[in-house]
Every structure is written in C-alpha cells, then in structure tokens.
C-alpha cells in the first residue's frame, strides 16, 4: 500500500462514501455520487469517470469499508483522478477577528436601503 500518503484521506472518504451507498442498496451512479460528494469540487466529466472506474472495481455490499478502500487505492487510474479533486473549502478560508460595533462580513457586503 505505497499510495497512502496525500492520496490517504481521499480514498478513505470515498470508500465511505461508497460503502455507505451499496449498504443501503444504492447503485453506484453519478446522481448517488453527486449528493454524497457536494463537499468536492467535481465537475460532470470528473464524476462520470470516477462513476465508471468506481463500477470497473466490481465493489459488492459485501464487502467492508476496509476492502473498497484497499481496492480504490489498488487503482492507479482512481488515485490520479482523486488528485484533481479539491475540497469545496480548499483556498476559501476567511479568518476574522473582530471587536466592538460594526459588521463582520467576510465577502462581498448587498446593503438594501429600501425603495
């Protein structure tokens, strides 16, 4: 298992997410997999082809936690599409600190003043 570095958290939360769905009898498919992963950055083309190569692996409700990720960190073509794909908060973090009156606003500011 040479692959458990950056890939590591990745592949252990798809293996989550997969072992979740076949649990409750879901198939693997792009709308499942689209819910389960709104907390990614993915674009459709990157979520058909994780679809498939999740499908190639032959994953079964059967099988634990443990064994989907195994076989998802086997697959060289999974481990290089995980790279491509960012957390929905990777680069968008705002600290603020802030004290006294005023508004804390961590972006752009609408001021509504009526009609």
Same mark, same amino acid.
């Given at each position: ?26 198939? =693997?498919?792009? *709308? ?8 990614? @950055?993915?674009?459709?083309? +990157? !979520?058909? /082809? &994780? ?7 032959? =994953?079964?409700? *059967? ?8 076989? @998802?960190?086997?697959?060289? +073509? !999974?481990? /290089? &599409? ?34």
């Amino acid at each position: 298992m040479e692959n458990f570095n950056v890939d590591f958290l990745t592949a252990t939360i798809l293996s989550g997410v997969t072992y979740d769905m076949l649990k409750c009898g879901a198939t =693997l498919c792009a *709308e499942s997999l689209r819910e389960s992963l709104r907390d990614w @950055i993915i674009n459709e083309p +990157e !979520l058909l /082809e &994780l679809t498939n190569n999740l499908n190639k692996l032959e =994953l079964s409700n *059967e099988m634990s936690e443990t064994a989907i990720e195994r076989k @998802i960190v086997a697959s060289s +073509e !999974l481990i /290089e &599409l995980l790279k491509t794909i960012k957390s929905a908060t990777e680069g968008n973090t705002i600290v603020q600190h802030h004290s006294g009156s005023g508004d804390n606003v961590g972006g752009n500011k609408i001021i509504h003043y009526g009609k």
